[in-house]
């Protein structure tokens, strides 16, 4: 009886033992034979992905299955479909500083706080490496009852920056500038002189001469022209008591209605059914030669490519500031990051994947990345950039600024946690491009929004 | 036959338990199916209803009424954007059975009329039904856009007045008008294949006599015919109503609400909030919105049974 207890005792620890080593293998260092799932929303980051993790496998064992949910949206239900059946991949590229803090606050990302060093952070452009940190500012906004990221705490860090770049640049073609007798290189130095390019090439070509944005999401607009627009035209404080509560100053005052009145010139120009396209199909259009400009972002030279567009006939510039305007010609965009790479809370190889987001983050593999998804990496790549990402893309960096002069879009502490861009530019489209409303109609519009979001 | 009358009570009613029990076990996966499936979703989604949740937290805020009340009047961001889209749904709800009925009566009518190519232009008319889906909405996009194909025509018929530069879908004045065609243009085949059934049930004696008292084509259709198929025009202005209050996937696909809110209905509002709410707690909030809808089609259910029963 004794000897068979024995026999008993020394199998189960020998289960044990076995169950331990295995376990050792999923999560240890020893990460080789390791499989790691990750979901992006981009497609065209799919491909550089791939060969990402093809060198990645070549170099540690570690296998990584690159899967794209897009749009947006079906990235968004695939995440709560996979959040509630605990299905979640192991890494997944988001949103950065808003998609990571929602997708904290629930609990299903990572805090990488103790994992990523000084060191690792320097790798970042400058500004951008906290994108996905929880500050005591927003952990104050995230008390609403109401807000998205209700449940993330203060010293939190998210994700880490994965592309970087900013909104409000200007793509051109250079046959239809040339075309309407303008001079590609003699990039438009102000608002005005943007209208005027506006106002040759339509001229010129009517239904094929105009701009082109992905105004079916009606925030775009706002997201990525008439914000900045407003920040050169007012500067930094001015723009930010627009969204307060001081009606001396917000939407409703003098200022908004300047610049709402700045923005509405765009009007005559905007491609014919540009309120119909998506981004998607906005950057389409342009790459088929639909229209004369694109409003993008950095982002948005991956799709141009993608879409078979010469990037020789292209030029690309950041939005010129209104012509005396606060700011004045020292007017520049400031570099953000863009998207971010977290780890869910349901992966069962966090060593591994804190690897492979260490592997994706380093100058070489970023650089890489760079060039074959024709978008900016969050990773600084020092003196090598014009080089690693190539002319087109280098040139993009032309456009970033930093300070006070800098519109950066994810400063945004200013505004009521319930203000809702889409909302908003669901008020303003009814001006631009669609007519049916007076600027300062919408003006009375969004201060009636903006009042109602302080509530 | 005796023996059967014989049979011991105790056996009959073991035959009849193991009858019941084969009927329950056929039965069974239909009603577990319906219990997981059904009353599951069902209830989770009224529960959802009185909660604030955006999908990714593991607990639910409890707000009661409050998802509806904000709906109805409560919220200054919400409840003009459901009016909004009430009066939109209501115009589809009006206008589309209107042209489905308008068309498909007098097309089944010829149909059932004209011996020649008649199995030829039943295939042609039936059509748009067997294609419709989501690349037919796309093609459809696609004719209606700036340079698109109806611009094109319009333009080469000597009609350019009638051509919209920003596109059919991209002017806020004709966006919700087209949409209606392109659904009735869906629905149409089934008004007619509807239509055909009841006008070839209608006893040919009552025709014939209504010809021996004199009556034309025309006194015929409308005073004989048309009131023998109002059940038929009942069930199809109702099929349609009820589509129209409760599906989304051509505004979806075609303008996705646009332009700006020009051509939201109830139902994309409610997948709107779901899914494209900027990550906002708001899936309490399109629950509520989608259990407005279901009372509302069960009140047109309602009133449909009361209609095709008073026609009986």
Known sequence: ?455 | MAAHVLRPPALRRRRRRREALTGYAFVAPALVLFAVMGLYTIGYGLALSFARWNGFTPTWSWVGFGNYLDLLYRDPVYAPLVRGAALNTLAVMIAVPLLIVLISFPLAYTLNRIRLLRTTFRTIFFLPFVTAGIAVFYAWTYVLEPNGSLNFILRHLGLGTLSQPQGFLGNPSTALPTLIVVMAWGAIPVGIVLYLTGLQAIDGTVLDAAQIDGAGSFRTMTAIIWPLLRPITAAVVMLNVRDALQSFQVFLIMTNGGPGTDTTVLGLESYKLAFAGNLGQTLGLASALGWILFVVALLLAAVNLRLLRSRA
């Open chain 1, 1 to 455: 009886m004794f000897r068979r207890g024995q026999r008993l005792l020394s199998l189960v620890a020998a289960g044990v033992a076995g169950l331990a080593l295995l376990a050792g293998c999923g999560g240890g260092s020893s990460a080789s034979g390791t499989t790691l799932t990750m979901w992006t929303f981009k497609e065209p980051h799919v491909k550089a992905l791939q060969d990402a993790a093809a060198a990645f496998k070549a170099t540690t064992g570690i296998t990584v299955n690159i899967t794209a949910y897009t749009p947006d949206d079906t990235f968004t239900s695939k995440v709560q479909s996979a959040a509630a059946t605990h299905s979640l991949p192991d890494v997944m590229e988001v949103h950065a500083a808003g998609e990571d803090f929602t997708f904290g606050a629930a609990g299903l990302l990572t805090d990488l706080s103790s994992d990523i060093d000084a060191s690792w952070k320097s790798r970042f452009l400058n500004g951008t490496a906290d994108a996905g940190l929880v500050t005591p500012q927003i952990y104050q906004q995230s008390l609403d009852p109401k807000s998205t990221h209700l449940g993330i705490k203060t010293g939190q860090l998210l994700s880490i920056p994965f592309t970087a770049g900013t909104f409000g640049v200007i793509y051109a073609n250079k046959a239809k500038l040339r075309a309407a007798g303008l001079d590609p290189n003699a990039i438009p130095k102000t608002w005005e002189d943007l209208l005027s390019w506006f106002k040759a090439t339509t001229a010129k070509d009517p239904t094929g001469g105009g701009v082109n944005l992905g105004l079916s999401s009606s925030s775009t607009g706002l997201d990525w022209l008439m914000e900045p627009l407003a920040y050169s035209a007012l500067g930094q404080a001015k723009y930010e008591a627009l969204f307060g509560k001081d009606p001396a100053q917000n939407w409703g005052s003098a200022n908004g209605q300047h610049v709402l009145d700045l923005y509405n010139e765009i009007t005559p120009y905007w491609s014919p059914g540009a309120q119909t396209l998506s981004i998607d199909n906005a950057d389409l259009g342009f790459a088929q030669g639909k229209s004369a400009f694109d409003v993008g972002g950095t982002f948005t030279m991956s799709s141009l490519q993608q879409d078979g567009m010469d990037p020789n006939n292209i030029v690309a510039f950041g939005l010129p500031p209104a012509a005396n305007g606060a700011v004045g010609s020292a007017f520049k965009l400031a570099p953000i990051a863009l998207t971010g790479l977290a780890i869910t809370t349901q992966t069962k190889n966090s060593s591994a994947a804190l690897q492979w987001l260490n592997y994706l983050t380093t100058e070489q593999v970023a650089g890489k990345f760079a060039q074959t998804a024709f978008d900016l990496p969050g990773t600084n790549l020092g003196a090598n950039a014009s080089k690693d990402v190539g002319p087109y893309l280098s040139s993009l960096e032309s456009v970033f600024g930093t300070g006070d002069t800098a519109f950066n879009p994810t400063q945004n502490a200013f505004q009521s946690p319930q203000w809702d861009i889409q909302k908003a530019g669901d008020i303003v489209i009814k001006m631009s491009p669609l007519k049916q409303a007076s600027s300062a109609a919408v003006n009375s519009q969004l201060s009636a929004y903006n009042l109602d979001s302080w509530k």
